[in-house]
């Protein structure tokens, strides 16, 4: 089961591969050709985990889930609906989600499930799609739902620093089918669902988006929340759990 981790130590930004509690350093992103190890396996706690990709953009899906759509009051859109959150958004794993007071009063979280592109991507087609992906990871699409609601689009709703938890690791034998998708906030259950549940999945998405923009090595694409969407305040632990891919912690801290 390759795992690979993006962490901080000393300073520096590394790769790993995990092999149980043990990793071994990557000279680079391990979807590149050229990355090589560079070193022996070993225990590993760097204290600052980083996003396990490079996004040049987080490029995401809206009501790609029947039952989310239905608790906002929307319709499940004919084909997908995209925006995008800015790169700068981007924490990793027990980093923290900085609520943005004075600007936002109801900030939610989303749970998702996300896409790490391993290879440059345009027009794809289907038998393409699976060449495009490195691995999956977990991604917690967090809102201010105030804001997208008062906008005409999305930036400001979906943009603010911190607002794109991503990791703890991207796994690149994960194959999503119908696992378990569930956000627990204080150890209380919020969202609930199945990754089958998606409107449009990871294959369909993939190809319309890349008819859209060139999907980057490193880029993350965010495939939709299950219904149960709820609210965040400063003092929160959010984790998002994938069955058979990962944990992801955050906790919400006021803007000081
Ligand atoms: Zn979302």
């Not at 396990?52 to 906002?72: D, M, Q, S, W």
């Not at 060449?131 to 991604?139: K, M, S």
């Not at 997208?148 to 607002?163: A, E, I, L, N, S």
Request: charged share 25%; hydrophobic share 40%; proline share 7%.
């Amino acid at each position: 089961m390759p795992r690979f981790v993006h962490y901080r130590e000393d300073g520096l930004a590394n790769w790993a591969r995990l092999d149980g509690a043990r990793a071994t350093p990557l000279s680079g992103a391990p979807w590149l050709s050229a990355s090589a190890e560079t070193g022996e396996p070993r225990a590993l706690d760097p204290g600052v985990w980083l996003a396990p990709a490079h996004p040049t953009k987080i490029l995401c899906v809206g009501r790609n889930y029947g039952a989310h759509a239905a608790e906002l009051g929307n319709e499940v859109p004919s084909e997908p609906l995209l925006f995008l959150k800015p790169p700068s958004a981007v924490v990793g794993e027990g980093e923290a989600i900085v609520y943005p007071v004075g600007q936002s009063e109801l900030v939610h979280h989303e749970g998702e499930l996300g896409v790490v592109i391993g290879k440059r991507a345009r027009h794809l087609s289907e038998d393409e799609v699976e060449d495009a992906i490195f691995g999956y990871t977990v991604v917690n699409d967090v809102t201010a739902r105030d804001l997208q609601r008062k906008d005409v689009q999305f930036t400001r709703g979906k943009g603010f620093d911190t607002f794109a938890p991503i990791g703890p690791w991207v796994d690149t034998d994960f194959v999503p089918r119908d696992q378990r998708i569930t956000v627990s906030v204080n150890g209380e259950l919020r969202q609930d669902g199945r990754l089958n549940e998606m409107v449009f999945g990871v294959p369909e998405l993939l190809m319309r988006m890349s008819r859209v923009m060139t999907l980057e090595p490193g880029d993350v694409i965010a495939t939709g929340t299950p219904a149960g969407v709820d609210v965040l305040v400063p003092g929160d632990v959010v984790v998002v759990e994938i069955d058979g891919l990962g944990k992801l912690t955050n906790r919400v801290e006021a803007e000081s």
